[in-house]
T-cell receptor
């Protein structure tokens, strides 16, 4: 079966750095996505990785290792507004997105 | 800038009733999707449409139907609602199915409670 695993909840301090991990087992691989979802709101696109390595976008970076079935989202200089759920999703061989359950990130002052 | 509009935002209905969730996008995206989101579970695809006039079944299609008469509209119908269909429903679109970054644009969601 297809499976995406990520921690249920993480806590970090304002101004710090946090890494949210995602491991996957899917039927084929056509890219990995990270979305941010604030409570009660719609998910919004953060990043896309299809090749191994690090993609940096401002305070957010996403890393992919296809051989390990592993990705992480790195958030730097954490702000209170970063409190949200972070969803990992993999596009499989049928070009359908398989979603993880999300990681709820709590930022403390 | 509207993007994707869903209606209603929230609805409570009795089991056995018929319900249609509306979804309209003004971005001229070819692909549209309906997901449900339940606590502790990832987004699950109900139905999708790669282009106007075509639809396909996702991971959890039972009890739901869709139509795609034109590019902009993609309604989701529950023919006879059951309590297990209590969920938050998200409509989403992308320029083309399976191409490029595949970024999805989501509506604000419809919270449905079936009693």
């Amino acid at each position: 079966g297809q499976n995406i695993d990520q921690p249920t909840e993480m806590t970090a301090t304002e101004g710090a750095i946090v890494q949210i991990n995602c491991t996957y087992q899917t039927s084929g691989f056509n890219g990995l996505f990270w979305y941010q979802q604030h409570a009660g709101e719609a998910p919004t696109f953060l990043s896309y990785n299809v090749l191994d390595g690090l993609e940096e976008k401002g305070r957010f970076s996403s890393f992919l290792s296809r051989s390990k079935g592993y990705s992480y989202l790195l958030l730097k200089e954490l702000q209170m507004k970063d409190s949200a759920s972070y969803l990992c999703a993999v596009r499989d061989s049928n070009y359908q997105l398989i979603w993880g359950a999300g990681t709820k990130l709590i930022i403390k002052p | 800038i509207a993007g994707i509009t869903q209606a209603p935002t929230s609805q409570i209905l009795a089991a056995g009733r018929r319900m249609t969730l509306r979804c309209t996008q003004d971005m001229r995206h070819n692909a549209m999707y309906w997901y449900r989101q339940d606590l502790g579970l990832g987004l699950r695809l109900i139905h999708y449409s790669n282009t106007a006039g075509t639809t396909g079944k996702g991971e959890v299609p039972d009890g739901y139907s869709v139509s795609r008469a034109n590019t902009d509209d993609f309604p989701l119908t529950l023919a006879s609602a059951v309590p297990s269909q209590t969920s938050v429903y998200f409509c989403a679109s992308s320029p083309r199915a399976g191409e490029g970054t595949g970024e999805l644009f989501f509506g604000e969601g419809s919270r449905l409670t079936v009693l």
